[in-house]
């Protein structure tokens, strides 16, 4: 089974930078998307960006040019580099393995507060 784990949310101020790290525990981490969400208290999980097995990424319009995702299939992690963080990327930020149709696998989650 794949084992997710993120690390490296934190406080970070208005208009600064953090990193985000998953340790993803699978034999073939290098053929499957990756992605990551996240989800603010009483508010529905969102997409925040994906990446390919061949590399390419995606992101919707709330974050694109401001958030970076990245891979590293040696390592098997995925990264999320956030910069010129917004108070409204406040959240619990997962990563997600998308292992084929109807076959996901999430971390438990990294907290990021985006405040003064």
């Known amino acids: 089974q794949v084992q997710i784990e993120e690390s490296g949310g934190g406080l970070v101020q208005p208009g600064g930078s953090l990193s985000l790290s998953c340790v993803v525990s699978t034999s073939s981490f290098s053929d499957h998307p990756m992605a990551w969400y996240r989800q603010a208290p009483g508010k529905h999980r969102d997409y925040v960006a994906g990446?390919?097995?061949?590399?390419?990424?995606d992101y919707p319009n709330s974050v694109k040019g401001r958030f970076t995702i990245s891979r590293d299939n040696a390592k098997k992690m995925v990264y999320l580099q956030i910069a010129s963080a917004k108070p409204e990327d406040t959240g619990m930020y997962y990563c997600?393995?998308?292992?084929?149709?109807?076959?996901?696998?999430w971390g438990q989650g990294t907290q990021v507060t985006v405040s003064s």
């Open positions: 990446i390919t097995n061949d590399g390419s990424t």
């Open positions: 997600k393995a998308i292992l084929g149709p109807n076959d996901e696998h």
